[in-house]
């Protein structure tokens, strides 16, 4: 099966430009997640989507970053405008219905804002 | 809300040696727990969980962990280290019920094995 496939892997831009990352879901998987990894701590959650419908986008800071998942399948998250603070790694997870279920991870997009 | 708390930011061993990484975890209700491991340019890759029934749980690997509910915590041990363990390793806590369901990480632990 294949896995979460994430693009692009690495991204270096300058602060106030804009920036988009692409993640594909295993497939079947209704849930999707992407998380925030700052280097030195753990992974902190963005955004969930259940199918193509928000289920917790509490962490996600609204002004900049935006996250759709149309179809209910593959995914966007877009950060505009970038800040120095933005650069960490962005990971996509995606998992079935359920709180048992375990969550798959992509293996990430390393951004640094310049 | 949960929250997870990982004691040692680094931990180094010996090959052959026992591995031990600590996590204690705070929820308000019972909780699923996690331990992900997590190799240089990689995502995080599941070693093990407990969400119900048996608190010794085995993973992948070789690894295991024992869930202690009156010392609220998630301990994961290996008895023998191996060179390829080298890694870091996050333990989580996602809360059984209600409608907040994410999963919350610690901070991390990253393992040294040392020839």
């Known amino acids: 099966e294949a896995g979460v496939a994430q693009s692009p892997r690495y991204k270096i831009i300058e602060k106030r430009q804009s920036v988009a990352f692409w993640c594909n879901p295993i497939?079947?998987?209704?849930?999707l997640y992407w998380y925030q990894q700052i280097l030195g701590q753990g992974p902190k959650l963005l955004i969930q989507f259940q199918n193509n419908g928000v289920v917790d986008d509490s962490q996600l800071p609204k002004d900049r970053f935006s996250a759709e998942r149309l179809k209910g399948v593959d995914s966007t998250l877009k950060i505009q405008p970038a800040k120095l603070e933005d650069s960490a790694v962005y990971l996509c997870?995606?998992?079935?219905?359920?709180?048992?279920?375990?969550?798959?991870f992509g293996a990430g997009t390393r951004l640094s804002v310049l | 809300a949960q929250s997870v708390t990982q004691l040692g930011s680094h931990v180094s061993v010996s090959e052959g040696a026992l591995v031990l990484l600590r996590c204690n975890y705070s929820?308000?209700?019972?909780?699923?727990l996690f331990w992900y491991v997590q190799y240089p340019n990689q995502g995080l890759q599941l070693l093990l969980k407990?969400?119900?029934?048996?608190?010794l749980v085995k993973g992948i690997n070789g690894f295991e962990a024992e869930f202690k509910k009156s010392e609220t915590s998630f301990h994961l041990t290996k008895p023998s280290a191996h060179m390829s363990d080298a890694a870091e390793y996050f333990c989580?806590?996602?809360?059984?019920?209600?409608?907040?369901?994410?999963?919350?990480f610690g901070s991390g632990t990253q393992l040294t094995v040392l020839p």
């Open positions: 407990y969400t119900t029934g048996a608190t």
């Open positions: 497939s079947g998987h209704a849930t």
């Open positions: 929820s308000s209700v019972p909780p699923y």
């Open positions: 997870a995606s998992s079935w219905t359920g709180a048992k279920n375990i969550q798959y």
């Open positions: 989580a806590v996602r809360i059984s019920s209600g409608s907040a369901r994410q999963l919350t």
